[in-house]
T-cell receptor, first 113, second 112 residues
Framework: GESVGLHLPTLSVQEGDNSIINCAYS??????FIWYKQESGKGPQFIID?????DKRQGQRVTVLLNKTVKHLSLQIAATQPGDSAVYFC????????????FGRGTSLIVHP | ETGVTQSPTHLIKTRGQQVTLRCSSQ?????VSWYQQALGQGPQFIFQ???????GRGNFPPRFSGLQFPNYSSELNVNALELDDSALYLC???????????FGPGTRLLVL
Protein backbone atom coordinates (compact mmCIF):
# COMPACT_ATOMS: atom_id res chain seq x y z
CA GLY A 1 0.00 0.00 0.00
CA GLU A 2 0.96 3.63 -0.22
CA SER A 3 2.87 5.05 2.72
CA VAL A 4 4.80 7.96 4.08
CA GLY A 5 8.52 7.40 4.56
CA LEU A 6 11.69 9.23 5.52
CA HIS A 7 15.05 9.18 3.77
CA LEU A 8 17.30 9.58 6.85
CA PRO A 9 16.60 7.88 10.15
CA THR A 10 19.19 9.97 12.06
CA LEU A 11 20.53 13.48 11.48
CA SER A 12 23.36 14.95 13.57
CA VAL A 13 24.10 18.68 13.40
CA GLN A 14 26.05 21.26 15.32
CA GLU A 15 24.26 23.94 17.30
CA GLY A 16 23.66 26.96 15.11
CA ASP A 17 23.61 25.01 11.86
CA ASN A 18 20.53 24.73 9.68
CA SER A 19 18.84 21.32 9.61
CA ILE A 20 16.90 19.75 6.79
CA ILE A 21 14.70 16.73 7.41
CA ASN A 22 13.25 15.00 4.37
CA CYS A 23 10.13 12.95 3.79
CA ALA A 24 8.84 11.07 0.76
CA TYR A 25 5.17 10.34 0.31
CA SER A 26 3.60 8.12 -2.29
CA UNK A 27 -0.11 8.83 -2.05
CA UNK A 28 -0.95 11.39 -4.73
CA UNK A 29 -4.42 11.79 -3.19
CA UNK A 30 -2.98 13.44 -0.07
CA UNK A 31 -3.66 17.16 0.16
CA UNK A 32 -2.54 18.12 3.64
CA PHE A 33 0.78 17.51 5.32
CA ILE A 34 1.95 18.02 8.87
CA TRP A 35 5.28 17.94 10.67
CA TYR A 36 5.34 16.82 14.28
CA LYS A 37 8.16 16.90 16.82
CA GLN A 38 8.30 14.23 19.49
CA GLU A 39 10.62 14.58 22.45
CA SER A 40 11.53 11.61 24.58
CA GLY A 41 8.65 10.54 26.81
CA LYS A 42 6.18 12.97 25.27
CA GLY A 43 3.46 12.92 22.65
CA PRO A 44 3.97 14.42 19.17
CA GLN A 45 3.82 18.20 19.07
CA PHE A 46 2.46 20.05 16.03
CA ILE A 47 5.14 22.15 14.32
CA ILE A 48 3.84 23.30 10.98
CA ASP A 49 1.49 22.22 8.21
CA UNK A 50 1.06 22.81 4.50
CA UNK A 51 -1.67 22.20 1.96
CA UNK A 52 -1.09 20.77 -1.46
CA UNK A 53 -1.92 24.08 -3.16
CA UNK A 54 1.21 25.60 -1.59
CA ASP A 55 4.92 25.01 -2.20
CA LYS A 56 6.34 26.66 0.88
CA ARG A 57 5.22 27.78 4.29
CA GLN A 58 7.25 29.50 6.97
CA GLY A 59 6.93 29.51 10.72
CA GLN A 60 9.17 30.62 13.52
CA ARG A 61 12.61 29.22 12.58
CA VAL A 62 10.95 26.48 10.54
CA THR A 63 10.06 26.21 6.88
CA VAL A 64 8.21 23.40 5.13
CA LEU A 65 8.71 22.82 1.42
CA LEU A 66 6.41 20.67 -0.69
CA ASN A 67 7.37 19.31 -4.09
CA LYS A 68 4.31 17.58 -5.51
CA THR A 69 6.10 16.59 -8.71
CA VAL A 70 8.38 14.19 -6.87
CA LYS A 71 6.14 13.74 -3.83
CA HIS A 72 8.69 15.14 -1.44
CA LEU A 73 8.32 17.14 1.76
CA SER A 74 11.07 18.76 3.80
CA LEU A 75 11.35 20.55 7.11
CA GLN A 76 14.05 23.17 7.47
CA ILE A 77 15.06 24.34 10.91
CA ALA A 78 17.16 27.50 11.06
CA ALA A 79 19.87 28.01 13.69
CA THR A 80 19.27 24.60 15.24
CA GLN A 81 19.35 24.55 19.03
CA PRO A 82 19.90 21.68 21.50
CA GLY A 83 16.20 21.93 22.38
CA ASP A 84 15.40 20.92 18.81
CA SER A 85 16.78 17.44 19.50
CA ALA A 86 13.84 15.08 19.02
CA VAL A 87 12.23 12.69 16.56
CA TYR A 88 10.47 14.44 13.70
CA PHE A 89 7.53 12.86 11.87
CA CYS A 90 5.84 13.90 8.69
CA UNK A 91 2.22 12.90 8.26
CA UNK A 92 -0.23 13.11 5.39
CA UNK A 93 -4.01 13.42 5.16
CA UNK A 94 -6.02 12.18 2.24
CA UNK A 95 -8.18 14.68 0.42
CA UNK A 96 -11.82 14.38 1.45
CA UNK A 97 -10.85 11.97 4.21
CA UNK A 98 -11.85 11.92 7.81
CA UNK A 99 -8.81 13.90 8.96
CA UNK A 100 -6.78 10.86 9.96
CA UNK A 101 -3.07 11.45 9.36
CA UNK A 102 -0.78 8.66 8.23
CA PHE A 103 2.63 8.90 9.89
CA GLY A 104 6.02 7.90 8.62
CA ARG A 105 8.65 6.24 10.78
CA GLY A 106 10.43 9.41 11.89
CA THR A 107 13.88 11.02 11.81
CA SER A 108 15.93 11.48 14.93
CA LEU A 109 17.58 14.91 15.05
CA ILE A 110 20.61 15.19 17.34
CA VAL A 111 21.98 18.64 17.99
CA HIS A 112 25.50 18.83 19.39
CA PRO A 113 26.36 21.89 21.50
CA GLU B 1 -7.00 26.42 27.81
CA THR B 2 -6.27 22.86 28.96
CA GLY B 3 -4.41 20.56 26.59
CA VAL B 4 -4.99 16.87 26.00
CA THR B 5 -4.45 14.77 29.11
CA GLN B 6 -4.14 11.01 29.46
CA SER B 7 -4.16 8.59 32.34
CA PRO B 8 -2.44 6.62 33.62
CA THR B 9 1.06 7.61 32.50
CA HIS B 10 2.45 4.10 32.86
CA LEU B 11 0.84 0.70 33.25
CA ILE B 12 2.05 -2.88 33.59
CA LYS B 13 -0.27 -5.77 32.77
CA THR B 14 0.11 -9.48 32.14
CA ARG B 15 -0.86 -11.36 29.01
CA GLY B 16 -4.59 -12.08 28.81
CA GLN B 17 -5.63 -9.20 31.05
CA GLN B 18 -7.78 -6.25 30.04
CA VAL B 19 -6.83 -2.56 30.20
CA THR B 20 -8.67 0.77 30.01
CA LEU B 21 -6.85 3.96 29.06
CA ARG B 22 -8.39 7.39 29.43
CA CYS B 23 -8.14 10.67 27.56
CA SER B 24 -9.53 14.15 28.11
CA SER B 25 -9.67 16.22 24.96
CA GLN B 26 -8.53 19.79 24.61
CA UNK B 27 -11.18 22.39 25.42
CA UNK B 28 -13.43 23.00 22.42
CA UNK B 29 -12.46 19.77 20.65
CA UNK B 30 -15.13 17.16 19.91
CA UNK B 31 -13.06 14.62 17.98
CA VAL B 32 -10.69 12.14 19.61
CA SER B 33 -8.30 9.75 17.88
CA TRP B 34 -6.25 6.95 19.40
CA TYR B 35 -2.88 5.76 18.15
CA GLN B 36 -0.47 2.98 19.05
CA GLN B 37 3.21 3.81 18.84
CA ALA B 38 5.71 0.98 19.08
CA LEU B 39 9.28 1.80 20.01
CA GLY B 40 11.10 3.42 17.10
CA GLN B 41 7.98 3.66 14.95
CA GLY B 42 5.50 6.31 14.00
CA PRO B 43 2.03 6.38 15.55
CA GLN B 44 -0.42 3.89 14.01
CA PHE B 45 -4.08 4.91 13.86
CA ILE B 46 -6.44 2.74 15.94
CA PHE B 47 -9.78 4.58 15.69
CA GLN B 48 -11.43 7.96 15.89
CA UNK B 49 -14.54 9.15 17.73
CA UNK B 50 -16.69 12.10 16.78
CA UNK B 51 -19.69 13.07 18.89
CA UNK B 52 -19.68 9.70 20.65
CA UNK B 53 -19.69 7.66 17.41
CA UNK B 54 -16.78 5.76 15.86
CA UNK B 55 -15.70 7.76 12.83
CA GLY B 56 -13.00 5.59 11.32
CA ARG B 57 -10.91 2.60 12.29
CA GLY B 58 -7.43 1.40 11.47
CA ASN B 59 -6.15 -2.13 11.06
CA PHE B 60 -6.61 -3.28 14.65
CA PRO B 61 -8.57 -6.35 15.87
CA PRO B 62 -11.96 -6.08 17.62
CA ARG B 63 -10.37 -6.58 21.02
CA PHE B 64 -9.40 -2.90 20.69
CA SER B 65 -12.54 -0.93 21.45
CA GLY B 66 -13.39 2.57 22.54
CA LEU B 67 -15.93 4.99 23.88
CA GLN B 68 -16.49 8.71 23.76
CA PHE B 69 -18.53 10.45 26.41
CA PRO B 70 -20.83 13.51 26.16
CA ASN B 71 -18.01 15.71 27.47
CA TYR B 72 -15.86 14.36 24.58
CA SER B 73 -13.46 12.51 26.84
CA SER B 74 -12.65 9.02 25.64
CA GLU B 75 -11.55 5.54 26.68
CA LEU B 76 -9.54 2.92 24.87
CA ASN B 77 -10.14 -0.65 26.00
CA VAL B 78 -7.95 -3.57 25.06
CA ASN B 79 -9.03 -7.12 25.91
CA ALA B 80 -6.96 -10.30 25.99
CA LEU B 81 -3.67 -8.41 26.08
CA GLU B 82 -0.78 -9.78 24.06
CA LEU B 83 2.92 -9.12 24.46
CA ASP B 84 2.93 -7.13 21.20
CA ASP B 85 0.42 -4.69 22.69
CA SER B 86 3.30 -3.17 24.65
CA ALA B 87 3.56 0.35 23.27
CA LEU B 88 2.89 4.02 23.87
CA TYR B 89 -0.81 4.76 23.40
CA LEU B 90 -1.50 8.28 22.23
CA CYS B 91 -4.71 10.22 22.24
CA UNK B 92 -5.18 13.24 19.99
CA UNK B 93 -8.06 15.69 19.83
CA UNK B 94 -9.24 18.08 17.18
CA UNK B 95 -12.13 20.42 16.48
CA UNK B 96 -14.91 19.72 13.97
CA UNK B 97 -13.70 19.81 10.39
CA UNK B 98 -10.19 20.74 11.48
CA UNK B 99 -7.35 18.56 10.30
CA UNK B 100 -4.77 19.50 12.90
CA UNK B 101 -4.67 17.08 15.82
CA UNK B 102 -3.16 17.83 19.20
CA PHE B 103 -1.64 14.96 21.11
CA GLY B 104 -1.54 14.06 24.75
CA PRO B 105 1.59 12.77 26.50
CA GLY B 106 0.56 9.13 26.05
CA THR B 107 0.20 6.09 28.26
CA ARG B 108 3.07 3.63 28.20
CA LEU B 109 1.73 0.08 28.46
CA LEU B 110 3.96 -2.88 29.19
CA VAL B 111 2.52 -6.37 28.81
CA LEU B 112 4.47 -9.14 30.52
Amino acid sequence: GESVGLHLPTLSVQEGDNSIINCAYSNSASDYFIWYKQESGKGPQFIIDIRSNMDKRQGQRVTVLLNKTVKHLSLQIAATQPGDSAVYFCAENLAGGSYIPTFGRGTSLIVHP
Amino acid sequence: ETGVTQSPTHLIKTRGQQVTLRCSSQSGHNTVSWYQQALGQGPQFIFQYYREEENGRGNFPPRFSGLQFPNYSSELNVNALELDDSALYLCASSASNQETQYFGPGTRLLVL
